[in-house]
C-alpha cells in the first residue's frame, strides 16, 4: 500500500474511471454533468474519479468499466513494440491506475497485461537509460508514463552525478533554495564562529 | 596490498526502500553519492616513498610510521594524497594500474561476456584519485586512464545486458568482482526497477491463466528464480 | 458547491510544484487550503444531512439512496483531508531541509513565504535540533559531504566584516581571498556570502 502522503498515489486516484450505479444515490447529482436533479439514479453511468468509484466498487454500489487504453486493441500495440506505444498519453499513471483496478475489475488479465508491458519496455529502457546524450531531452521520453519517466531519470541523475564526480570532484556548493541570481548583502550579520 | 575480491549484491530490501525511495526523489539518502563512494575508497591502502624523517603518526585507524627518506611505507590513500600535497612524499601506483595488467584485464573483459575481471573494489576511485594528485607520479598517465575508462566502459556494458530479465522473482542478483563505482552507478535505476517487477509479479495480481488462450499475455508470468552471473 | 475533491488534487498539485521547485521556496498557498478546508466543510454538512435521512432498518436490497450518497460524503471529507495533509507534509519535510542548509536564521525572502504555523514549526524544529547539538557537543550540520583538507581557500561574495575566526578577528572583504578551517567556511559557503576557490 502507498504511502499517505505520497503525492503521486494521490495525484493517480484523481483519474477518472467509469462507474455504473446499480442503485440510486441522493445527492450526487454534481457528478454527472447529464444529470438534471441533485441525484443520480440506478443505472446511470458516469465518469467519477478512482478514490470515489474504489471506494463505492468495494461497497458494491457500483460496477467499474475498465478505461479505453487497457482495452485489445492497445494490448495488440504492445504485443506489436511495447517500447513504441505512448502509454504516457494514454495515461501517465498507466501501472499505478492497472494495479489499484486489477483486483476489482472484471477482468483477470489486467494484471499480467501489466507485467508484459513492464518487462517489454523495461528492456528499452535500460539500454537507453545510462546511454542517451544527457543534455537534449530524448524524444522517446514523451512515451514514457510518469512511473517510467522515474525511473529513466533516476538512471539518468546517476550517470550525471557520476560524471560531476568524475570531472570535478566534490565540492561545496550553496544552498540551492537561494537561487542562483540572489546577492546577498550583510543581512546575516549575528554570526557566532567559535 | 590487499585484495578486495567483491561480491557485490545488489539487494533488495523491499520494506526499506520504497517508502524512502518514493516519497523525497529529491534526495536519494539512501544512496550513495559519488563524492561518499569516493570517502570509502580513501580507506584503501597505498604505497608511499617519504621524502624526509617523521615521527610515527598514531591515529584513530591505526598507527603509521616512523617515515624514512626513500624505505617505502604503507599508509591510507587519504593520508598519502595529504603527504603529496604537501610535499612530503611520492605515490607509487598500485600493481594493478600498471599498463600491461590493465591491457590485459581489458582483454579478458572484452572476451569473456559472462564475467568480471577481479580487480579492486575501489579501482574506479582509487585510479582517479591518484591520477588527479600523483600525476607526476605515474608512468603512461595517458595510456593508464583510457585503459581504466576503456575497462569501466565495456564492464558497463556488460552489466546492462546481463541485467535485461528482470522479473518479480528476482529477489537479490549477484555481480561478482563489480566495483563500488559500478555498483552505486547503477543501484538507482536498478533498486526502482526490481520494486516495481516486485509489486507487479504477484501471486494475487497475475493469475495463471486458466486455458483462456484468446491472450498470449497470461503465459509470460513464470521466471525462475534467477541468478544472473555463475558463481 | 463542493466539487468532490478538484480542489484538493489542486493542491496536491501545488505540493509536487513545492518540491519541484528548487531555486526558490514557494509561498503557503492559503486560498487555495482554505478553499479546501471549506469544501470538506460543505461535504461533512452534505453526509449529516444524508445521515439523518437514513431509514434505520431499511430491508431495500443493496442500498439506501441516502446511505450510498452519505457514503460518497464520507469519502470526500477524507479525501480531501488527505490533500490538505499532504500538502502541509511536502512542505514540512522541505522547511526542515533549510535549517540543515540554512541555519537557524533564514532569509527574510523564505521567512514571508512560510504561513504562521510553519515558522512556528521552523523555530521549533531548529531549538530542537541546536539543543540536541549543543548537548552532543557536536555541529551535525557541517560535513554534508565527506571532507577532504581540513583547510579551504574560499573567496568573498557577500560583505561580512568583521569576523572571528579561529579567534582571530578577520575582515573578510567582498572578493577577497582566504584560508580557513572547512567548518567555520561550510554553513557560509551554504548561506552563499563565501565560495570555495580552485586557484
Known sequence: MANYYDLDDILMEEEYVTVHFKFEAKGLGVLDPGSEHDDIEAGAVVDIPLWLAHDLCLRKFVSIKLPSFYNERIRKEIQADASCVDLGRYCPYFYELGLRLAPISPDPTLGSFLLYCLQGRYKDMLCKAHTVALTTAPKFLNLLTREETQLFEAARDSVKSYNKWRFQGARLERAAVLGRKRRLNALLSPFELT | MEHVTAVVELLY??????????????????????????????????????????????????????????????????????????????????????????????????????????????????????????????????????????????????????????????????????????????????????????????????????????????????????????? | MAMFGKKGAELVREAKQTLATTDQFRPFNKDLFEQVVKETEEHYGHLQERMSQIRVNDSTEGGDPNFVGGCAQHRSVLRNKRCLLAYVNARMSKIKHLRWDLGAVLPDDITGNLSATERTFFQGYSDALSSYMAEINLDLTVDSTPPKDPYVQIRVIGNLGEVLLDDQETSLLPHSIHFMTRTEAEPLVMQGLLEIYQG
Open chain 2, 13 to 231: 530490501q523491499f520494506g526499506v526502500n520504497s517508502m524512502a525511495g518514493r516519497a523525497s526523489t529529491e534526495l536519494e539518502s539512501s544512496f550513495f553519492s559519488g563524492a561518499e563512494v569516493e570517502f570509502l575508497a580513501e580507506d584503501d591502502m597505498v604505497v608511499i616513498v617519504p621524502s624526509l624523517r617523521m615521527d610515527t603518526l598514531h591515529l584513530i585507524c591505526g598507527d603509521f610510521g616512523p617515515f624514512m627518506p626513500q624505505v617505502p611505507a604503507s599508509v591510507p590513500l587519504w593520508l598519502g594524497i595529504a603527504m603529496k600535497k604537501r610535499g612530503k612524499c611520492r605515490l607509487r601506483a598500485p600493481e594493478w594500474m600498471s599498463v600491461e595488467n590493465l591491457t590485459q584485464v581489458l582483454e579478458l573483459e572484452r572476451e569473456s561476456s559472462q564475467e568480471f575481471q577481479p580487480l579492486p573494489f575501489h579501482y574506479v576511485e582509487v585510479s582517479r584519485l591518484l591520477l588527479d594528485n600523483a600525476r607526476d607520479d605515474l608512468v603512461d598517465v595517458y595510456m593508464v586512464q583510457t585503459l581504466i575508462e576503456d575497462i569501466r566502459n565495456v564492464r558497463f556494458h556488460k552489466v546492462q545486458t546481463g541485467l535485461q530479465t528482470l522479473s518479480g522473482k528476482t529477489h537479490a542478483v549477484k555481480l561478482k568482482n563489480l566495483g563500488a563505482m559500478e555498483v552505486s552507478l547503477i543501484r538507482p535505476f536498478f533498486v526502482k526497477a526490481l520494486e516495481k517487477f516486485y509489486v507487479h509479479d504477484n501471486e494475487e495480481l497475475v493469475q495463471p491463466s486458466q486455458g483462456e488462450t484468446d491472450t498470449p499475455l497470461a503465459s509470460v508470468d513464470r521466471h525462475p528464480r534467477r541468478v544472473l552471473r555463475p558463481r
